[in-house]
């Protein structure tokens, strides 16, 4: 299950320009994955979470990056998919340093302030003050596709006990956006 709802995160991720230019039916379902996220959160004993930090770590960022490598290709491929702007390593660079400066002021230093108040609390509220971060640049219509990012983000944070992790994904993301 909670596999699915990784994958599913991932695709979301990767659809966002998509879901930007298709409005607020597409906004529902991504709220409602949202939801589903939030429930599916699991507060396991710690040596069942560090069990699983051993076993899967590298394996799951390689498996979740591939996978929406693959989304985003086939996405292009049936979509026509002529980017809407010129790429540079510029706007490349850019995009990846903004996601690795919010994914360590959000997934290290508020989320470590927060995790005293349990799991659930810190990946919830880290998730949403990204939302309403990104409120200024895209608008209030935007806000669960962001705060369902916040929660993917968060989720990675605590399942893999590092920043480094939703970093990697987040750069993934923004740079499949530019491109």
């Avoid at 809407?84 to 340093?97: E, F, G, I, K, Q």
């Avoid at 944070?157 to 956006?177: E, M």
Wanted: net charge positive.
């Amino acid at each position: 299950m909670q596999a699915a709802i990784i994958l599913t995160g991932c695709a979301l991720l990767v659809a966002r320009p998509a879901l930007l230019q298709l409005g607020p039916p597409l906004l529902m379902i991504t709220a409602l994955f949202a939801a589903l996220l939030v429930a599916s959160l699991e507060l396991r004993p710690r040596m069942a979470r560090a069990k699983l930090r051993r076993t899967t770590g590298l394996r799951v960022v390689v498996l979740v990056t591939l996978v929406g490598v693959a989304v985003f290709g086939f996405g292009r491929a049936i979509g026509g998919g002529a980017a809407p702007v010129t790429v540079s390593a510029r706007l490349l660079a850019l995009n990846s340093l903004a996601a690795v400066a919010e994914e360590a002021f959000f997934r290290r230093l508020v989320y470590a302030a927060l995790v005293p108040a349990g799991a659930a609390a810190a990946i919830g509220g880290t998730a949403v003050l990204f939302a309403l971060v990104h409120l200024t640049t895209y608008g209030a219509w935007v806000l669960p596709i962001d705060l369902t990012a916040g929660l993917v983000f968060g989720w990675q944070r605590w399942s893999t006990n590092s920043w480094s992790v939703p970093a990697i994904t987040h750069v993934a993301a923004n740079v499949l956006v530019v491109l």
